[in-house]
Nanobody, 123 residues
Framework: QVQLVESGGGLVQAGGSLRLSCSAS?????????MAWFRQAPGKEPTFVAA????????HYTDSVKGRFTISRDNAKNTVYLQMNSLKPEDTAVYSC???????????????WGQGTQVTVSS
């Protein structure tokens, strides 16, 4: 089992940056899994943002964040990051990290979830 805890959310002006962190603990190390970020805007369903496999070179991003967001992981610290640059108001959402056995955009493929952290981008 894995427990995930996110941090780093907050309020930022459009064009600004934030870095989200997701720290893992428990019996199974988070670096044994694909790690992903999802987000849920008010009144919307959660959507995929980015994922990184156990091999750090294997990443995937949703089109709307390509070139702006970078997912990375520090396996020694059992932590995954989401560096968010050039933030836009439409990025406003609760961001949650997740862990699963495969790299996928489907929520159902992820076994463990964090509590979420709020990101608000003002115009």
């Amino acid at each position: 089992q894995v427990q995930l805890v996110e941090s780093g959310g907050g309020l930022v002006q459009a064009g600004g940056s934030l870095r989200l962190s997701c720290s893992a603990s428990g019996r199974t190390r988070s670096n044994s899994y694909t790690m992903a970020w999802f987000r849920q805007a008010p009144g919307k369903e959660p959507t995929f943002v980015a994922a990184v496999s156990r091999d750090v070179g294997r990443t995937h991003y949703t089109d709307s964040v390509k070139g702006r967001f970078t997912i990375s992981r520090d396996n020694a610290k059992n932590t995954v990051y989401l560096q968010m640059n050039s933030l836009k108001p439409e990025d406003t959402a609760v961001y949650s990290c997740a862990a699963g056995p495969v790299r996928a955009i489907d929520q159902a493929q992820y076994l463990y979830w964090g509590q979420g952290t709020q990101v608000t981008v003002s115009s």
